[in-house]
């Protein structure tokens, strides 16, 4: 009865198919509950009439639910990961298809955006983990990346998706219905990839838990653990990801927008240089991880930090579009190769608690994210001139950079 009801949906087992359904849950959870709103902004400002302040503010909300995302992974515990990443999916879903419905208070916005956070920073993180621990050692590098590459192919996507249904004249509420829609999938996907349990561990009833209160111990014990004697090249290295974090969101969230108020000239100017963002993001990821190997993840990733801060400092360079159209190729060069490498050199330091420590520069990479369209904003003024804001996020990749410099002296980074 039992292995009938579970031949329905067959388990997958394959390793490439594996990483497949993982860049589709990237691209879902990323691409779509959090990069999405970046290339319908446009339309969404127009329809609702939103200043860039409030647009600041969604983004934002989106991304402190990101980092409240990153937290509750931290303490998910091992044995309830997939069933984690599944309610993170859904959540992910349904905030996705929410936005559709008509006329809704400018409050419902914020908590639907938050709630996406949330479930970016939960199918981020333990998507991540879940699908990442199915592959063997001799294939881990190279299906990893095909993993990774499902954030580019989440923006691409929403760049496509976004072009295609406003030259058929909808607008956002119908972008964000398809997009829900082309994720359900991904549902069955994972669930053919669930943990298998033995019947000896389906017997055992009687296996006790921790108590959430015993659960803040352990956690609090173990980030006693890992960080004694790493200290000062954790903090170095979470500091660093902050500001990388702050450096990047600016064109990450505005970009669009720029494009559209600046190339006037030119029809879809803002879903064309996101696509761009997109498609670099998905084909960058297997560059920088061969050039990784070559030199080393410290060393490529300092020259990742000084070509995002040059793509910063592109627009205001060049004022034209061709300053609007170098921030998109090096956005989409750098971004995503940045985290992979952080991510690698952050759990390499104390691979005993690789998690946890990914954990904290998940939540380091969110607040830096959360910060940067605040200021981006104030700074942005009434003209919505964005200058201001990608010179401050420029400068913050290069004082990341010293970080870097100071976390590669340490005895205990990976070189």
């Known amino acids: 009865m039992n292995s009938a009801r579970r031949s ?6 394959n390793q490439t198919a594996i990483a497949w359904i993982g860049l589709y849950c990237l691209a879902v959870a990323m691409g779509y509950g959090r990069f999405l709103f970046t290339a319908t902004l446009p339309d969404i400002m127009t329809q609702l009439t939103l200043s860039t302040t409030i647009a600041g503010w969604l983004a934002s909300v989106n991304y402190s639910g990101y980092f409240i995302g990153a937290l509750i992974s931290m303490f998910v515990p091992q044995r309830l990961t ?17 936005l559709v419905a008509p006329n809704m208070p400018l409050s419902l916005w914020y908590i639907i955006r938050l709630l996406a956070g949330i479930a970016s920073g939960i199918g981020m993180i333990l998507g991540s983990s879940f699908i990442i621990q199915h592959f063997s050692g001799a294939q881990r590098s190279l299906l990893s990346t095909v993993h990774y590459a499902g954030i580019g192919t989440g923006i691409s996507a929403s760049a496509i998706l976004t072009w295609w249904l406003l030259t058929l004249g909808y607008h956002f509420e119908v972008i964000w219905l398809v997009a829900g829609i082309s994720s359900l999938p991904l549902i069955v996907l994972l669930y053919a990839i669930r943990p298998i349990k033995s019947d000896a561990t389906q017997s055992n009833s009687t296996v006790k838990y921790p108590s959430i209160k015993q659960t803040y111990i352990n956690f609090k014990r173990s980030l006693f653990e890992a960080m004694i004697g790493h200290t ?10 902050l500001l990388a974090g702050f450096g990047y969101i600016t064109s990450a969230t505005f970009l669009p927008v720029m494009a559209t108020g600046q190339l006037t000239d030119q029809n879809y100017a803002g879903l064309l240089i996101w696509l761009i963002v997109g ?28 070509l995002q801060a040059i793509g910063m400092f592109a627009p205001w360079l060049f004022d034209s579009a061709l300053g609007l159209y170098a921030n998109a190729v090096i956005l989409g060069l750098t971004f995503v190769g940045m985290v992979s490498m952080t991510l690698n050199l952050i759990k390499s330091i104390n691979p005993a608690y690789s998690n946890l420590l990914m954990g904290l520069a998940t939540l380091a990479y969110a607040v830096g994210q959360f910060i940067g369209p605040l200021i981006t904003v104030a700074l942005a003024g009434s003209n919505d001139n964005f200058n201001a804001g990608l010179i401050v996020a420029g400068i913050g990749l290069l004082i990341s950079l010293v970080l870097l410099l100071l976390f590669r002296r340490q005895p205990q980074s990976a070189n």
């Open 8 to 13: 329905i949906v067959p388990i997958i087992t």
């Open 82 to 98: 997939y069933r984690a990443l599944m309610v993170g999916i859904i959540l992910s879903i349904v905030t996705t298809i929410a």
């Open 232 to 241: 000062r090249a954790i903090a170095l290295l979470a500091v660093s990801y």
């Open 279 to 306: 498609i670099f993001a998905m084909l960058s990821n297997p560059l920088w991880g061969a050039l990784a190997k070559r030199i080393g993840e410290i060393k490529t990733l300092m020259g990742l930090t000084i």
